[in-house]
């Protein structure tokens, strides 16, 4: 820590003794964000109000630049974290800085102290930042890139991952250290980095240091591995605007809180296709991962230290209930996974595609249990279970049909529509507490842009969801107002109209309004939010019912 | 360098006070450039954006994704004028997709059913993000024929377009 502050401090002073010299004294840029929370009691929606009454989370991101020189640093505050942020973290630190150097001519990068890197697809390592979910696994270490040649990308990690914040930043347990190569054979061989045709094979190895000992398991005791290692043999090859991949990803034993400390390797598979045909464009993606959770502590669950991520297979939804309600995450000890989309375009000024043009997609996506059967005596205890193909289980996790069509029809008017058909298993990803096993959903929505006078414009979305499961029907309504470039007001109602519970019938509405000025925008909301679902890579995390007073404000400079 | 972090918190408060300062100090005199990071295109050529240029006339950066219907209305709308615009300023509009894993296949046919035409980068680790303090999305960028920073936006409501274009016209002249 107190390096980087020292570097950080060496660079501002570099460049301040440069400046009067009347060379490049370098650029600092940054970014503030502010989320403000005050809390009422609403016994209707179970929204509670914390011992401080109030959450406030900021963050602010500095970023020093001098020639091939940088240096960073994010201070965060949780004062206390808002409702529903990991309650953990506390107090007012550094929890992100590194100090960069970086030379494009010789091909090399240099990171020291924090810094985020995927290697391939990710299903090996990953460390990113989802702040709204509170989740941020963050390297510290040194990073090094490498391109030593045209076509050949190096890239080695090594460090600790970060794990909580209490006015400081706080590392996990393990040591992960990693390598990453990938070679861009059209840059490597002459006459051909224009061709149509290019191919990019890659490989990845990471291994994670973590001190064992024994762990007992029935009559057996089992010594724990302290060095686990995976790696990942990756293929990409472009046609055009066609691209597929391959990406075959292995791990050794790796008994986890995850998997119940069985023995049993990792191994997952992903391939992918996209392209065009006249106007219809589609991308296909086959993916089976089989016990690959992968932590650099092997104790840890949910949030705390991912060293991969294995993605969701289910689309991003935008629309509040098909978004929020069921979200899907992957069931990170194993599920084997399809997803179809297809997109299709009526051109402008024809029949049926209007004046402007009317965009369709179809997306079809579902998720099984793996195929697979339990081992039983001293196997089983060690191992757990065997998977018989790369086939799909008996066990439906997921199944998610949705059809979007969007038109404008005027120079003033513009609506889209969705249907989708849910089947989600709440036993496989457990985002309520009131019904388990399949809820069958139906959810309809329709969008409206109306221009209303120049740069103001209402837009309106009415949303339903119906299910005889769980918590019933639900409505949306939201209405939007804009007035280009500074001023928005809107207001959401949910209503959970079908609820079996009569007393539970509930109303959450919300107001907000807001000014943006270039890079700067204040926005400040009251009312009722809903407990909600947040999930990403294999977990998910629930945020409680509140009531009150919302205030955010983000500037960057 | 013997720093003792629990003592000095507060100076640590300070380098960041110190440090807005200076960019506020600096901002007049040194514009900010677009900062040097290694991306895919959608071709899977890779492009420094330190790089980028569009033969002294302006560029616009826009970052969004797939999952941000205002980054896609915004898009779709700068389509809509895209042609009027590059006869009239010359501009290039670069689109930065921050699709991570879990969508950065989509990114493609997207583009493509979309009939976009910009120049499309792929950023799924948000290095380029970060170093362009893109806080969240939509947030784009104008930068004038010799590379430096003049505009940017935040967020996206119907009808921004035009003031982007009145800046475009602005550089134009």
Redesign the interface.
């Known amino acids: ?3 980087f ?2 570097f ?2 060496l660079g ?1 002073l570099v ?2 003794g440069l ?1 009067s010299q009347e060379s ?2 370098g ?5 503030i ?1 502010v989320l403000f929370q005050s809390y009422e009691e609403d016994s209707l929606i179970g929204a509670v109000v914390p011992p401080g009454k109030s959450g406030l989370n900021a963050y ?6 001098q020639g091939n020189f940088s240096a960073g640093l994010r ?1 965060e505050s949780y004062l206390n974290s808002v409702l529903g942020f990991p309650g953990r973290f506390k107090g ?3 929890g992100y800085r590194y100090a960069r150097w ?1 030379d ?1 001519e010789v091909g090399v990068d240099v990171t020291v102290g924090n810094f ?3 290697f391939g ?2 299903y090996l390592f ?1 460390s ?2 989802a702040r709204d979910l509170g989740l941020d696994n963050a390297m510290d270490g040194v990073r090094l890139l490498l ?1 030593p040649i045209d076509g050949v ?1 190096v890239k080695m990690i090594y460090g600790k991952q970060r794990l909580d914040f209490d ?2 930043l706080i590392n996990g347990d393990g040591i992960v250290r990693g390598i990453d190569a990938e070679v ?1 054979i059209n ?1 490597l061989i002459p006459g051909l980095e224009d061709a149509k045709l ?1 191919i ?1 094979p890659s490989y990845s190895f990471v291994s994670r240091f973590q001190e064992g000992g024994n762990i007992v398991k029935d009559t057996l005791i089992l010594e724990l591995p302290k060095n686990v290692a995976g790696w990942e043999y990756g293929a ?1 090859v ?1 046609y ?2 066609w ?1 597929g991949g391959v990406h075959l990803t292995k791990k050794i034993n790796d008994p986890s809180a995850d998997n119940g400390y069985i023995y049993k390797d990792g191994e997952a598979l992903m391939g ?1 296709l ?3 045909i006249k ?5 296909l ?1 086959r993916s089976i991962t089989d016990n690959m959770s992968f932590r650099s502590d092997r104790d840890l669950l949910l949030f705390d230290t991912p060293i991969n ?1 294995i ?2 297979i289910t ?4 629309y509040n209930l098909a978004a929020t309600l069921y979200p899907y995450a992957t069931v990170i000890n194993g599920e084997s996974s399809f997803r179809g ?1 297809l ?3 009526l051109k402008r000024g024809s029949k049926l595609g209007g004046k ?2 009317t ?1 369709m ?1 179809l997306v079809f996506s579902t998720s099984y249990s793996l195929d697979t059967t339990n081992l039983s005596g001293v196997e089983g205890i060690v191992n757990g279970y065997q998977r018989n193909s790369w086939g799909f289980g008996d066990s439906l996790n997921v199944q998610d049909i949705s059809f979007e069509i969007e038109r404008k029809f005027s120079k003033n008017f513009k609506a889209k529509a969705m249907y989708m058909n849910l089947q989600f298993n709440t036993l496989a990803t457990p985002v309520t507490t009131d019904f388990k096993g399949i809820v069958f959903a139906d959810i309809f929505v329709l969008e409206t ?1 109306i ?1 209303t006078a ?4 209402l ?1 309106t979305e009415f949303q339903a969801l119906f299910t005889e499961q769980d918590k019933g029907d639900w409505a949306t309504a939201v209405v939007e107002y ?4 500074h001023w ?1 007001a809107s207001i959401i109602d949910q209503y959970n109209f079908g609820n079996p519970d009569e007393a539970k019938r509930v109303h959450y509405l919300y107001g907000s309004a807001g000014y ?1 000025n ?4 204040l926005s400040i909301g009251y009312g009722k939010r809903r407990e909600g679902i947040f999930c990403v ?1 294999g977990v998910c995390r629930a945020v409680p019912a509140s009531s009150g007073l919302e205030v955010t404000f ?1 500037s ?2 | ?5 629990h003592k ?2 507060h ?3 300070s ?2 006070i ?3 300062m ?3 100090i ?2 007049d005199s ?1 514009a ?2 677009i ?2 990071v ?1 991306l895919k295109d ?5 492009i ?1 954006t ?1 790089m980028l240029e569009n033969e002294g006339n302006p560029i616009v950066i826009c970052f969004w994704a ?4 205002p980054c896609k ?1 915004e898009l779709n709308n700068y389509m ?1 004028y895209y042609a009027d615009w590059q006869d009239e300023t010359g501009v290039k509009i670069v689109a930065v997709s921050i699709d ?4 950065i ?2 990114v ?3 583009v ?4 976009w035409e910009f120049d499309i980068l792929l950023d ?4 380029f993000k ?2 362009m ?4 999305v939509p ?1 784009t960028f104008l930068y004038n024929g010799d590379g430096e920073l003049v ?5 996206y ?4 377009e ?2 982007l274009y009145e800046e475009l016209l602005k550089l134009a002249n």
């Not at chain 1, 650029?27 to 970014?31: F, K, Q």
């Not at chain 1, 689309?315 to 935008?318: G, M, P, Q, R």
């Not at chain 2, 991570?100 to 969508?103: A, T, V």
Request: glycine share 10%.
């Open positions: 820590m107190k390096h502050i020292a950080f401090t501002i460049g301040g400046k490049n004294p650029v600092v840029s940054g970014n964000s602010s991101n500095l970023i020093y630049t201070y007012s630190g550094i970086s494009r985020y890197e995927t697809a990710g990953r990113y930042e391109n990308a006015s400081e861009n840059d290019r990019t990409t472009h055009g605007m691209k992918y996209t392209g065009n106007d219809f464009s589609f991308l993606q991520n993605p969701s689309k991003n939804h935008t989309e997109y299709y375009n402007y043009g965009k997609n842009q221009k120049k740069r103001q414009s837009r804009t007035w280009s470039p928005f943006i270039g890079p700067h925008r890579g983000t960057s400079f | 360098m013997h720093f003792n972090f000095t918190s100076a640590a408060k380098l960041l110190a440090g807005v200076l960019s506020i600096m901002g040194y900010q450039s900062p040097s290694r959608l071709t899977g050529s890779t420094d330190g797939t999952w941000c219907s209305r809509d991570d894993s879990r969508s296949n989509r493609s046919p997207y493509m059913s979309s009939g799924p680790v948000g290095d970060r170093a303090q893109v806080v969240n947030h505009w940017s936006h935040n967020n409501a119907e009808g921004d035009e003031e």
